[in-house]
């Protein structure tokens, strides 16, 4: 699974890739620790295995 964060500013803050997420609130938790001290816009999440991605705010809510 690939993690990218997105400051206010809608530019990329930090992107990772890790395996071990169960659920969503998993995945929000590490990329609020990943934005550190910056304000989060939103997150982008991608399962290559599952061909699936989508966009969330930082409270989990999807983005169309």
Same mark, same amino acid.
């Given at each position: ?7 206010? %500013? ?9 395996? $071990?997420? &169960? ?13 550190? %001290? ?9 399962? $290559?295995? &599952? ?14």
């Amino acid at each position: 699974m690939k993690v990218w964060v997105f400051g206010c %500013d809608r530019k990329l803050i930090k992107s990772a890739a890790d395996s $071990g997420f &169960r659920n969503m609130s998993e995945v929000l938790s590490y990329a609020n620790c990943m934005a550190g %001290d910056k304000p989060v816009d939103h997150i982008r999440v991608s399962n $290559g295995n &599952r061909g699936w991605c989508g966009s969330y705010t930082i409270y989990g809510r999807e983005i169309d």
